[in-house]
């Protein structure tokens, strides 16, 4: 049985029920009939928390199951229901990081017409690559200063999700690379800040921009031709 991806319609879930699908001894994993804990994936890191009343330590997505690796107690069985909760304040502050990113992407496409070539989060820090050569004199002062005033004008994110064939005919998404997600997914899942930035995208992320918190440009470096790394730091 597939594990259905809560989180994918509703960001801010962290409480959820859910029946055991599938119990690993061995590996102390338990898949789930539904899940609101984020697995790596996208650059955006694991959710932790507890679940069954044990601590989740990793959560991995494989095929269609999503397993929740779990610290020391006593197993539940497969068919027992289930109570998970997500560490919020990790989960959140990861929320902010990725619409930070987006924000980013928005600002240096919108500015510069450059994209992405690659990006990591932790919660409340980042990096993210662009395919710049080399990077615009001052660049790092005016990129925080954009994205910043992004935050400011608290724009609204929204979800939707779209038929592959509709998505793919999207010129905004086109290049967030929707032709590499797998044809066997029908449906995409889009976030969208409204007025700057639309993507393809399987992450969670707050409901507004002015929800991230001031965002703070540290470090600007190559990484070799056409392409240049930035860093940030999300602060409140």
Known sequence: MATELLYLRDAELHAFDAEVTAVDDEGRRLALDRTAFY?????????????????????????????????????PAVGERVWGGIDWERRHALMRTHTALHILCGVIWNE????????????????????????????????EELVNA??????????????????????????????????????????????LDKQADGGTHVPSTGEVGRVRVVKTESKGKGNKRIRLEITD
């Open 39 to 75: 697995p790596t994936g996208g650059g955006q890191p694991h959710d932790t928390g507890t679940l069954a009343g044990l601590d989740v330590t990793s959560v991995r997505k494989e095929g269609d199951d999503v397993w929740h690796a779990v610290g020391e107690g006593a197993l």
């Open 112 to 143: 510069w017409g450059v994209p992405v070539t690659g990006g990591n989060m932790e919660p409340l820090s980042a990096r993210m690559d662009f395919a710049f050569d080399p990077l615009p004199e001052g660049f790092g002062a005016r990129v």
């Open 150 to 195: 992004e935050v400011a004008a608290d724009r609204p994110i929204e979800v939707s999700f779209l038929p592959r064939d509709v998505a793919v005919e999207d010129e905004d998404l086109i290049r967030t690379k929707v032709s590499l997600i797998p044809e066997s997914v029908p449906e995409i899942r889009v976030v969208d800040i409204v007025g």
